[in-house]
């Protein structure tokens, strides 16, 4: 069927660009693996008269894949690999080819193609370079127009890969070899990828090789990504997964997805295709917004009542439908309209009643805090057992740091039964260590300080209000004062009668009369012998 040179030591064919001493299979990358690309995998090959494999995928996905088509093509470039694939399916109709793709050419054209694995272990350093948009005409070239067809393409700005790139050092050695490298024609956005093979795109989450959520543009909202962005086997990037919603912001979720998937021909997929973190298939819902980024700005801006109000919402959607948020864990948490919903539905239970649910998320989320160094507005509280007793109270629900240990552990322990890890993981303490003195000291300063900047601050608060409750006490005395002197001048001159007033200047006209006498000569004389000859009558 193909056009290559048949080894006769060999089970499979030969072309150029063949590989010695050196396996993709056993590469230290991910193989394309998981039931999102298993699905889309089986879609692709079903009905198919010639299926084309390009590149290595996982062995479990070839399983899944082979024998849904009437002829299938798997083409590697390493010999190792060709071999293990061709004794696996040596009973089946599946050629193996070992080569470069660019140097295979069919005798007939391919009506299904799964590149799930992209361009990026295709081609080999032995020949002439080529970009992605090179490979990927060649592969259209050897498929039909109609041809069905699932292909894999990595986001060149995707900030969860640049940050997984610069978590090790890069390495030197041809563990980590690929071609083509630094390639510039790697498409730039989600449309691009579909506009180059005409199909339709996907985002995929957390990342292109293995990915747990394929979704259309437009319904993999914030909560969704940032449901699917934590990467479960890097515990560094965990600590950093909450700054992704910054990028969601920006770029939007498919330019900041870790790749992209375009499909064509296939059957309608579900807008949002992924399963749960026990690696079952689960309904997911497009919400608006994540409820666990917007708390995390809530308390990264100090606003206490904002966050009140988020752990409120989740608070009262928790007692509503306490089954529903038994098997999620806070990253899982969405606002759509301003209620909170969950983002999918779990068959797993953390927890049975509604305080114990209620109280393992907020856990959660101030384990967020803490590990990321995000502020909050609570300086005093220290430590994610006390952030999370003030989370609490600030809905009035009294609880001990006690009490959130073991609720935090029988959550672990739930966990660890269904093969999930917590959201972050808990840092075992050691025994054997011995922690410097002096950096307990500056711990203690530090949270001493944060606990008496606190206190001045209220304190600076009631002192001004206090000073302008005796200012405004003042002026509302002296109001009042003037006006009781305005309103006894004016009952003062309401009771004056008429005959009063009479009395009142007959009085002062004598006074003056007396006082004009009095300055004539001998007038004081005369009033006292007029006086002594009144009484002398009476």
Known sequence: MNDVDTASTTTYGVIAGDMYDWSDLADARTLPRGPVLTRLAVATASGASHLLVVGPHDLDLLDAAVGRAAATTVLLRAHSDAETVSGRYAAGSVDVVCGDLRS??????????????????????????????????????????????????????????QLRAVAPEAANDNTAWSFPVHDRSIPRSLADAAARFEGRGHTLWPEVDAPTLAAVPEACSMALAIAHGRPSDTPTLREVQPALGQALDTLGAAAAAGGWLVTRGLAPVPSVLGVDRTGEETTWVAAERSWLVEAMRDSARRDASGLRRHV???????????????????????????????VHESAVKLAESADEIFLGLLDELAAFLCVTGWRHPWPAGRGRDELTVLLAATIDMTVTPADVRQVRRRRESALASTGMTPVVASRPVSTDADPSERQKLKDENEALRGQVTWFKQQ?????????????????????????????????????????????????????RVRGRCARVPGARRAARLLRRVLGGRR
Do not use: Y
């Open 312 to 342: 409120r919402l989740l608070r009262d959607a928790v007692d509503g439908a306490p089954e529903r948020w038994c098997g999620l864990q806070v990253d899982e948490i969405g606002l759509d309209a301003g209620v909170v919903v969950p």
């Open 459 to 511: 304190m600076r608060q009631r002192q001004t209000m206090t000073h302008e409750v005796r200012m405004a006490a003042r002026r509302d005395v002296a109001a009042l004062n003037s006006r009781i002197k305005e309103l006894e001048e004016q009952l003062s001159a309401g009771r004056a009668t008429p005959v009063s007033r009479v009395s009142k200047r007959a009085s002062d006209l004598l006074r």
């Open 104 to 161: 295979w050419t069919p005798d007939r054209p391919v009506d299904a193609v799964l590149a799930l694995d992209g361009f990026g272990r295709v081609a080999t350093i032995d020949s002439a370079p080529a970009d992605w948009h090179a490979i990927s005409d060649h592969l259209a070239g050897v498929a039909t127009p109609e041809a069905r067809l699932a292909v894999a393409v990595p986001n060149p700005a995707s900030p969860l890969a």
